[in-house]
């Protein structure tokens, strides 16, 4: 079909689309018309020849402006690409955008503006050459009335559940701007939607986050703290993709999935009046050309004081007086940072760990050494290699569970440490011992201590540093008032030391090297068996045994 047949030119110079699904270009709409308007009298529904005034001129092949009062509407520069058209002297410019790259075939690309998704008329691509990688090509609104809108930047993205997401972020003009989009089939994404909203145990706490990740005893700084629930660490990417797919009406931090990016950019603040702000209002900023707006994800109050992360949502980032829409509170913009976004907004997925993206926090129970998170100092958190040791088939009620260091002869290593100074008062409060503790020590449990009668007391502590345990318990082993216990008198670390309470009793520790352990289950109640003893072995990967219940009956 020609291009006269999709087109109209009224008399008053609106140019409006006729056809049905052809698309042009805009140097060929510019020869068009000129075509009409070298003609010696208009005819039918093309309203323009040798007697009008010039409607059109190019500047280049991809750039056309039309000539007051020739004007198209939003309707007819769906079926332009290849360029932009200016027109209404400058106040209105449709900018032509093109998209390059490889997606899978039913890829519908989102186009993103002024914090608000476009409709999709292109589907999965229009103007498309696949032999240049173009897989759109069309053009955007970006001026009206004189205002540009949101400073012309565009964002394209894809997210189709089960394959990866990307995203690009431009500024459009005059003529083309391009865009690089490149996705594939993920194989960490294999779950359907139906199946993926179903795991409703994976919740998220949004907010700034104290989480310590490394086990180092300090927390650090996030701004959410995932929990898997039943589910597993590959599931929460899932979860997490599936909460920003295109389509999707799930909600984060306020806003719809589908525009959640995460943190773009932080910033510390001074001066806070009328404060607090408050945690997911929306925060703004200048006039004009420095105006913008931001999600506020996470907030480190330090009184007037602070520091804000945020997810822009238009505009440029921040710079003078920032105002909560919410709040009403006041601040002063102090040095801003610019944040590296991952497409998929949790990180990247190994298939069993989590690579964590900037500031994503996740409950340390359920992290192991193999994932890696990114706290909002930007500092790499791993977490330690917790490792659980566990004795079964134990007679819950009867059977009483000793778990110590073993000499290497399966034997019971009951001199392990030394009493670095004397015991001799009452409810002692911590016992010091004559070497580090080791660091794959629980960081609760008890510990023995021989006394000058010989017996090994036992004793519960809530934490220890250095060659120091802090203990916790005044259910009388804490006296050491008739009996003392000399400095040099033997100490060891009972792992598990318990009356067993289910048919299975474990500690869990942080790796550090194989261990060797010295296992005894007895049992002389109503059931009795003989005496139960093994060697077992702590490895980087755990370790158990399992109790032979020989009967002594």
Not at 377 to 394: C, E, H, I, K, Y
Request: glycine share 10%.
């Amino acid at each position: 079909m020609a291009i006269e047949d999709d087109i109209s030119v009224a008399v008053n110079g609106d140019i409006r689309y006729t056809g049905s699904t052809v698309n042009w270009t805009v140097i060929a709409f510019h020869r068009f018309l000129q075509d009409l308007a070298d003609d010696a009298v208009s005819s039918g529904n093309d309203l323009l020849d040798i007697t009008d005034d010039t409607p059109s001129e190019r500047s280049t092949d991809n750039i056309i402006t039309l000539n007051t009062p020739y004007n198209i509407d939003d309707t007819l520069a769906e079926h332009l690409f290849d360029g932009s058209i200016t027109q209404a002297s400058g106040d209105t410019v449709y900018s032509g955008l093109v998209v390059v790259g490889s997606v899978p075939a039913a890829t519908n690309l989102q186009l993103v503006q002024d914090n608000a998704l476009l409709t999709n008329y292109w589907t999965t691509g229009i103007n498309a050459d696949a032999a240049a990688n173009i897989l759109l090509r069309i053009m955007v609104k970006t001026r009206d009335a004189g205002a540009d809108i949101d400073g012309k930047k565009l964002r394209v993205q894809a997210r189709e559940l089960g394959d990866t997401y990307a995203e690009f972020s431009l500024t459009a003009g005059l003529g083309n701007s391009t865009a690089a989009i490149f996705t594939s089939a993920d194989l960490n994404n294999a779950n359907d939607a139906g199946t993926i909203g179903g795991w409703s145990s994976i919740s998220n706490t949004e907010g700034l986050r104290l989480i310590d990740v490394n086990g180092d005893a300090a927390d650090e700084e996030y701004y959410s703290e995932w929990n898997l629930g039943t589910q597993s660490i590959n599931d929460l990417y899932e979860r997490t993709k599936w909460i920003q797919r295109r389509g999707s009406s799930e909600t984060i931090h306020g806003m719809n999935g589908e525009l959640f990016r995460g943190i773009t950019h932080s910033l510390n603040y001074t001066g806070e009046a009328s404060g607090p702000f408050q945690e997911d209002e929306i925060l703004s900023w200048g006039s004009g050309a420095t105006a913008g707006t931001a999600i506020l994800l996470a907030l480190d109050d330090d009184g007037t004081t602070g520091n804000f992360y945020i997810q822009l949502l238009t505009g440029v980032a921040p710079s003078g007086t920032i105002t909560g829409g919410t709040s009403s509170a006041t601040a002063t913009t102090g040095t801003v940072t610019a944040r590296s976004v991952s497409p998929e907004f949790i990180g990247a997925s190994t298939g069993s760990a989590i690579i964590g993206a900037y500031g994503i926090g996740i409950e340390a129970a359920d992290l192991t050494n193999s994932d890696q998170l990114f706290d909002l100092t930007n500092t790499l958190r791993v977490p330690p290699n917790n490792v659980q040791f566990s004795v079964t088939g134990l007679e819950v009620g009867e059977d009483y569970v000793l778990v110590g260091p073993d000499t290497g002869s399966t034997a019971l290593d009951d001199a392990q440490f030394g009493l670095n100074a004397g015991l001799t008062a009452d409810n002692i409060t911590s016992v010091v011992i004559d070497a580090s503790i080791p660091t794959d020590t629980p960081s609760a449990g008890t510990i023995r201590v021989q006394d000058n009668d010989g017996i090994f007391r036992r004793l519960h502590y809530s934490s220890y540093t250095g060659s120091t345990f802090t203990i916790d318990t005044t259910d009388g082993n804490e006296d050491f008032v008739a009996v003392n216990a000399d400095a040099a008198n033997n100490v060891f670390i009972s792992y598990i030391d318990k009356l067993a309470g289910a048919a299975s009793e474990s500690f869990t520790s942080v790796y550090l090297a194989d261990r060797d352990l010295f296992v005894r289950v007895r049992d002389g109640a109503g059931t009795p068996i003989k005496t139960f003893q093994t060697g077992g072995n702590l490895t980087n990967s755990g370790g158990s045994t399992s109790v032979i219940r020989t009967s002594d009956s």
